[in-house]
Structure formats: structure tokens, C-alpha cells
Nanobody, 126 residues
Framework: EVQLVESGGGLVQAGGSLRLSCAAS????????IGWFRQAPGREREGISC????????YYADSVKGRFTISSDAAKNTVYLQMNSLRPGDTAVYFC???????????????????WGQGTLVTVSS
């Protein structure tokens, strides 16, 4: 059984940082890429980043580029999302999801993904 478990969300002041984790079981990061999405209240789910190991690629949405960094630890089968310079507009539930590969034109489409985590809430106060 494939499971993706997010953690690391919480309340932070604007300008602060958080690191989200996505621990994967039942699949290998050698075979699957991991994407991060977020959904704010009343808004559509937004694909913000993706990482794959083979080939090695990372992608970021313009809304987070330069502030967020995605990385992976193959030994722990875990993907991280380091979020710096957080803004109130980053407030959302953050989800990780798995698919076969990240590509620049498709990684932000949620129907490309096979497995999803339950999400973790990030709240950024002003």
C-alpha cells in the first residue's frame, strides 16, 4: 500500500520559514517523482513544485520560485519543501503527491498524479 504522509505545517509569522516533509512508503523515490500542491480556502489547488531523481529535475511555480526549495533524501524516502520568506498569501493546506516523472508542462496538473497525502496546514500571519 502506498502512503504519503506530510508533516511540518503550522503557524508562522510573515517572513518566517517552515520545512514540510513528505514521507513515502510503498513506493521508491527512484521510480516516482513527488510534487507539492497547495489549496487555500475558496481557491483551486495549485501545483507549486516537483522533484524527480531520474532524470534529476526540479520545477517551481512562479509564485514560490526563489523562496521555496524542494529536495529529497533517498535513504529516508522523504521529500522536503523548505519554505522561506513566507507571506500571508502562502496560507493553505499543502499536499504532496506522487507521479512517474516531473515535466515542465504537466507537473502542476493534479490529475497527472497517482497518489496523494492527506495534507498539512500552513498558516502565515501578518
Amino acid at each position: 500500500e502506498v502512503q504519503l504522509v506530510e508533516s511540518g505545517g503550522g503557524l508562522v509569522q510573515a517572513g518566517g520559514s517552515l520545512r514540510l516533509s513528505c514521507a513515502a512508503s510503498g513506493l521508491s523515490l527512484d521510480d516516482y517523482a513527488i510534487g507539492w500542491f497547495r489549496q487555500a480556502p475558496g481557491r483551486e489547488r495549485e501545483g507549486i513544485s516537483c522533484i524527480s531523481s531520474s532524470p534529476s529535475n526540479t520545477y517551481y511555480a512562479d509564485s514560490v520560485k526563489g523562496r521555496f526549495t524542494i529536495s529529497s533524501d533517498a535513504a529516508k524516502n522523504t521529500v522536503y519543501l523548505q519554505m522561506n520568506s513566507l507571506r500571508p498569501g502562502d496560507t493553505a493546506v499543502y499536499f504532496c503527491a506522487a507521479l512517474y516523472g516531473c515535466y515542465p508542462g504537466t507537473y502542476y496538473y493534479d490529475d497527472e498524479y497517482d497518489y496523494w497525502g492527506q495534507g498539512t496546514l500552513v498558516t502565515v500571519s501578518s
